[in-house]
Every structure is written in structure tokens, then in C-alpha cells.
């Protein structure tokens, strides 16, 4: 008797939807988004700290070398990833959704199927992801930015016993419970759009106009550190641009 044959079928197709533009987009930027904010965790931690310092105190007019090493000193090596957890549970599902929506609507709005898109096309898409990966994850963002204030303190921000905090989820049930319910969850979500939609888009426009100058097409091994470069600058110039929004 013939030997039987392995589940092939089943594998392929496995690797065929993963493979698809949408699904791929949507785990590789899922990725990229941990990977980044852990790589910038100690920025993250440090900017938490200046934004609620006493005003007036003097102590923590630092530069941002010296109040790194205060960080170290104080908490050692967990000190930079506090709280990165948090972080990283909200902008894994926002990254995965901001990319894989990018992706599904640049599909929408393709002129032919693979066509190009003209930069105000991109603009659009990349703003249409960013309020949908906004949508998405925003009781994330309202908890982590909670969770953050309560956590993130120099040793002498700290007033009495340190306490044990609640998780992300146990306080957005909380929030659900106590402060009005489902729309608890989404307070402030408007100025967060009207910020988002322009900087994601204008984010997604330039590094595609970028990236098309740094890697030509055709070039079958296009370096990272190009892209890593376009991501750079689409980053600079989206931030520069909204920054007041």
C-alpha cells in the first residue's frame, strides 16, 4: 500500500493566506510595533517622567543622558522597560491594524489591480488606517496613559508605600464599572483622531514617495537601512507637520 501523504494541502494553504498582502501587513506590522517600542522603552519611560514632574522642582532639569543614568542608578535595568508591557499590549493590535488597513485600502483604491497610487490617494488610505487602528485600540491607549502616570516616577516623585497597581484590564473593567460605562472607554477619542488621520497619513505618503527614491524598483535585495531611513524621514516629516494638532 502506498505510504500516506502528509497534510501538505493544509500547510500551503496556511503559508498562501499569510502570504496574502492584508494578513502579512497586518503581522508584520504587529511585529515592527513591539520591536520599536521596546527598542525606545527607556525614551518612553523618561518622557512620562518630565511630563508629570512637580512643577518648580529643579532636580529634574536634566539633560537626557544624565536622567537616564538616574533612572539606572535608581531601578536599574527593569527601570527602562517599566511599564513596557502595557505599552506593547496596546501598540502590537494598533501597529497590526494601522498597517493591515493601509494595506486593505490601498487595494480599495487602486486605479487597476496593482496600480499605482498617486500621493493624495496614499494620504487618504493612510489617514482611513489611522482612524481605523485608533477606533480599534483606544480603550488600550486611555488605560496605558492611566496606567503610565500612576507607574512611571523618580524615586522621589513617590509619596508613601509604593503600591501594587492594577492591570490593563482590571482597570478598563473598573473604568467600565465607575466612570460611565462603554463610552468611559473612549473619552477624548475626537482630539486624538483629528491628530492621528494627518500624521499616519502624511507618515504613509512620504515614506512611499521616499522609499521609491532610497530603493528603485527592481532591486532585488533593497538594503534596511534605506527603508530604515525613508521610515525616518516620513516620521520627521509627519510629526513636524502635526505636531501642533
Known amino acids: 500500500d502506498p505510504l500516506p501523504q502528509p497534510p501538505t ?7 498562501d493566506r499569510l502570504s496574502e498582502p492584508v494578513t502579512a501587513a497586518f503581522i508584520a506590522g504587529g511585529v515592527a510595533g513591539a ?11 523618561l518622557k512620562i517622567l518630565l511630563q508629570i514632574q ?3 522642582r529643579t532636580e529634574y532639569k536634566l539633560s537626557i543622558w544624565k536622567a537616564l543614568v538616574k533612572i539606572g542608578k535608581e531601578e536599574g535595568w527593569k ?33 487597476t489591480p496593482g496600480g499605482e497610487l498617486t500621493p493624495l490617494r496614499r494620504l487618504m488610505c493612510g489617514g482611513m488606517a489611522g482612524i481605523t487602528s485608533v477606533t ?3 480603550p488600550l491607549d486611555i488605560v496605558r496613559t492611566r496606567l503610565s502616570i500612576q507607574s512611571a516616577s523618580f524615586s ?6 509604593e503600591q501594587r497597581l492594577p492591570g490593563i484590564f482590571q482597570t478598563m473593567r473598573l473604568m467600565y464599572k465607575t466612570e460611565g460605562g462603554f463610552l468611559a472607554l473612549y473619552r477624548g477619542i475626537m482630539p486624538t483622531l483629528a491628530g492621528v488621520a494627518p500624521y499616519v497619513g502624511l507618515n504613509f505618503m512620504t515614506y512611499e514617495s521616499v522609499r521609491k527614491y532610497l530603493t528603485p524598483e527592481g532591486d532585488l535585495h533593497p538594503s534596511p537601512y534605506r ?15 502635526t505636531y501642533p494638532l
Request: with cysteine.
Open 156 to 161: 522621589e516623585l513617590r509619596k508613601g508605600p
Open 136 to 138: 480599534f485600540t483606544y
Open 79 to 111: 527601570g527602562y522597560l517599566r511599564g513596557n508591557g502595557t505599552n506593547c499590549i496596546r501598540i502590537v493590535p494598533y501597529s497590526a491594524v494601522q498597517f493591515g488597513s493601509y494595506s486593505f485600502y490601498k487595494r480599495i483604491f487602486e486605479p
Open 9 to 15: 494541502s493544509l500547510l500551503s494553504q496556511t503559508k
Open 35 to 45: 520591536v520599536s517600542r521596546t527598542i525606545v522603552s527607556p525614551l518612553e519611560r
Open 54 to 56: 512637580s512643577v518648580g
Open 227 to 241: 527603508k530604515l531611513l525613508a521610515g525616518a524621514i516620513s516620521g520627521a516629516v509627519a510629526q513636524t507637520c
